[in-house]
């Protein structure tokens, strides 16, 4: 009887382990292995990065006259997309070569399962960092990610917008979304180095909610919006990032700094569990010899 519940707390002690990790681990980033990128020396970010990060302002009204154009060439102001709906805001550039397009996909894909319709009980609003993009290329990402939401009828919904550095730094600075210019391969400083994040922001222009990473919980991301709709402010987030691709200049390489810590925790957990799983079973074999020698002795 001892031995079958040293084994059953055993296993409900694994389970118990595997469900945290899988709860705080996925939800934040993708699981690790599933990012690929060049080498990284050291658990220090690079000197590039320390200055990227995401610092959640909640309750922090986002600049509303902020000027920017939207995929269609028309000037607009970011107050003209609140007043009646919560949002859903990406910080990107369109022409990222890596993460931007998956942070978008993993909204999208989020959404598709989240029912409620852009345009009717929220908005979507995707502004690039990089001043020289054109609403060409806002149109041409919004065609494609409308194509894979499979409901162009919320067309309405999705605002993708171009500005300029004022603007863009308004917002960035008002969301705590910290990035930098980089060198793409031909040296030329055409990329950024900056972290992913999604927020939800009330009807009256407040951030409410921060998602970060580039995977999403539907049902966290549906009761993000239905208390955005109602002007309540969410608690904050485990502050775990995933960071775009840099180039290095020195190597001529690409790589993808992920949150270290996430994998280090997750592979100290995992050693912690293996640990005492092996010393939970052999206790029970322990048991179970002396178990056969008493009845050897009494018998």
Known sequence: MTSGKTIRAGWQAAALCCALLGSTGLAQV??????????????????????????????QKLPMDAAFVDETGKSVVLGDYFGKHPALLSLVYYECPLLCSEELDGMTGALEMVKLTPGKDFDVIIISIDPSE???????????????????????????LTGQKPAIDAVTDAVGFGYVRVPGPDGKLTQFAHASSLEIVT???????????????????????IEASNNKIGSPVANIL??????????????????????????VTMAGLGG??????????????????MKKDNG
């Open 242 to 267: 995933t960071y775009c691709y840099h180039y290095d200049p020195e190597t001529n390489k690409h790589s993808l700094i992920v949150a270290r810590v996430v994998q280090f925790g997750g592979m």
């Open 30 to 59: 993708s699981s690790y292995g599933d990012k690929q990128g060049g080498e990284n020396t050291g658990d220090q970010l690079p000197k590039v990065l320390q200055k990227v990060a995401v610092t959640q302002h909640l309750n």
């Open 134 to 160: 054109t609403p060409e290329m806002a149109a041409k990402k919004k065609a494609f990610y409308l194509k894979r939401y499979g409901r162009p009828e919320t067309a309405a919904g999705w605002h993708y």
């Open 203 to 225: 009807t009256d222009g407040k951030l409410a909610q921060y998602y970060l990473g580039v995977e999403y919980s539907p049902k966290d991301m549906l009761l993000g919006l």
């Open 276 to 293: 005492f799983m092996f010393l939970m079973f052999r206790r029970d074999l322990k048991l179970g010899r002396d178990h056969d020698l």
